[in-house]
């Protein structure tokens, strides 16, 4: 029996008596796809993700974290782990990301709701709950650039001299980031991973979440894989972030410039490591969709680039790598 068979009959011991249809509801960058199950009545999100690739687990972990912070993220309503299925709450079918494109004007009030569901999520915070984003997990997926962006996408076999640059960029990004303080992070937590809801976020793909530095969640908003906004718009939201943080004892530096440098830094560590992995998301899974954003993110790392002296041996680089 295969897959979707198997996941009809344990929906069917799941929510018996109804008379249910089951349409696609999302796919993602992972192995998981979604279904949203409905009959005349009520709605229902079912996950299926294969247990030899993904761990639902974590899922089950962090909605629970999520939702004893008081935000609005899906319910587990049942779970099979052995075979990889999960029945969740509905949360809607409109993200922020479609809300956005069709129109920018709700840019405000959405952000706003988003960044004080991040203040929340990070004032949750507590040690030994969810796995550390430390050097080691920094610097692997920084190493996703070197290898599927430069070498495979590119073509550019990097020399020795190339690739101690690249060594000493990695260096001094990961440090930046390993100095600033620790809540939870969502890793993810961007307008495609955003509902309309009520409340409003309704909040997904959390799965990967971790402990690490509190800029992340805050970069990833702003400077989205699938949508992009001037720069003076990323600096009004992340201000305005950051002056929430502050009231609410995040431990933000007290200076925010300092804290935009933060920022961009860590901004730069999941730009490089996105672009590595929408590039192997093409050349080893076949989800070609993906690579038409490189550009976005090139653009990213370029912008932070130029403005640190420290960083400009990364500019003149993607310079030689792009060409």
Same mark, same amino acid.
């Given at each position: 029996?295969?897959?979707?068979?198997?996941?009809?009959?344990?929906?069917?011991? /799941?929510?018996?008596?109804?008379?249910?249809?089951?349409?696609?509801?999302?796919?993602?960058?992972?192995? +998981?796809?979604?279904?949203?199950?409905?009959?005349?009545?009520?709605?229902?999100?079912v996950?299926?993700?294969?247990?030899?690739?993904? &761990? /639902?687990?974590?899922?089950?972990? *962090?909605? #629970? @974290? @999520?939702? &004893?912070?008081?935000?609005?993220?899906?319910?587990?309503?049942?779970?099979?782990?052995?075979?990889?299925?999960?029945? !969740?709450?509905?949360?809607?079918?409109?993200?922020?990301?479609?809300? !956005?494109?069709?129109?920018?004007?709700?840019?405000?009030?959405?952000?706003?709701?988003?960044t004080?569901?991040?203040?929340? =999520?990070q004032?949750?915070?507590?040690?030994? *709950?969810?796995? &550390?984003?430390?050097?080691?997990?920094l610097?692997?997926?920084? %190493?996703?650039?070197?290898? =599927?962006?430069?070498? $495979?996408?590119?073509?550019?076999?990097?020399?020795?001299?190339?690739? #101690?640059?690249?060594?000493r960029?990695?260096? !001094?990004?990961v440090?930046?980031?390993?100095?600033?303080?620790?809540?939870? *992070?969502?890793?993810?937590?961007?307008?495609?991973?955003?509902m309309?809801?009520?409340?409003?976020?309704?909040?997904?793909?959390?799965?990967?979440?971790?402990? #690490?530095?509190?800029?992340?969640?805050?970069?990833?908003?702003? $400077? &989205?894989?699938?949508?992009? =906004?001037?720069?003076?718009?990323?600096?009004? #939201?992340?201000?305005?972030?950051?002056?929430?943080a502050?009231?609410?004892?995040?431990?933000?530096?007290?200076?925010?410039?300092?804290?935009? +440098?933060?920022?961009?830094?860590?901004?730069?560590?999941?730009? @490089?490591?996105?672009? %590595?992995?929408?590039?192997?998301?093409?050349?080893?899974?076949?989800?070609?969709?993906?690579?038409?954003?490189?550009?976005?993110?090139?653009?990213?790392? +370029?912008?932070?680039?130029?403005?640190?002296?420290? !960083?400009?041996?990364?500019? $003149?680089?993607?310079?030689?790598?792009?060409?």
């Amino acid at each position: 029996m295969d897959r979707l068979h198997r996941l009809h009959a344990w929906l069917g011991s /799941c929510l018996p008596g109804r008379a249910l249809h089951l349409d696609p509801a999302s796919t993602d960058a992972s192995f +998981r796809r979604y279904f949203r199950a409905f009959d005349d009545q009520a709605s229902w999100i079912v996950m299926d993700a294969p247990p030899e690739h993904e &761990d /639902c687990a974590a899922f089950i972990r *962090v909605s #629970g @974290l @999520l939702l &004893d912070a008081g935000l609005h993220a899906p319910q587990v309503l049942a779970h099979d782990l052995e075979q990889g299925f999960l029945l !969740l709450t509905d949360l809607g079918n409109t993200t922020f990301l479609a809300a !956005l494109e069709q129109d920018r004007q709700r840019a405000p009030a959405l952000f706003d709701d988003a960044t004080s569901a991040l203040v929340q =999520w990070q004032l949750a915070t507590r040690a030994g *709950v969810l796995p &550390d984003y430390d050097g080691p997990l920094l610097r692997r997926e920084l %190493g996703l650039f070197s290898e =599927w962006y430069v070498r $495979r996408h590119r073509g550019h076999v990097l020399d020795p001299l190339q690739a #101690g640059v690249l060594a000493r960029m990695f260096d !001094l990004i990961v440090a930046a980031n390993l100095a600033q303080p620790r809540v939870f *992070v969502h890793r993810d937590y961007m307008p495609r991973n955003l509902m309309v809801a009520d409340p409003n976020p309704g909040i997904l793909d959390f799965q990967d979440a971790v402990l #690490g530095p509190v800029t992340y969640d805050i970069a990833s908003l702003f $400077r &989205d894989a699938f949508i992009s =906004w001037d720069e003076t718009e990323v600096l009004d #939201g992340t201000i305005r972030y950051w002056e929430k943080a502050r009231r609410a004892g995040i431990p933000v530096t007290s200076d925010f410039g300092e804290f935009w +440098r933060d920022v961009e830094w860590m901004g730069l560590q999941r730009h @490089l490591k996105v672009l %590595g992995i929408f590039a192997r998301l093409h050349y080893r899974d076949g989800k070609s969709g993906y690579l038409a954003d490189t550009p976005r993110f090139v653009g990213y790392v +370029r912008a932070t680039a130029q403005r640190y002296q420290a !960083l400009l041996p990364l500019a $003149r680089l993607l310079d030689v790598i792009e060409r």
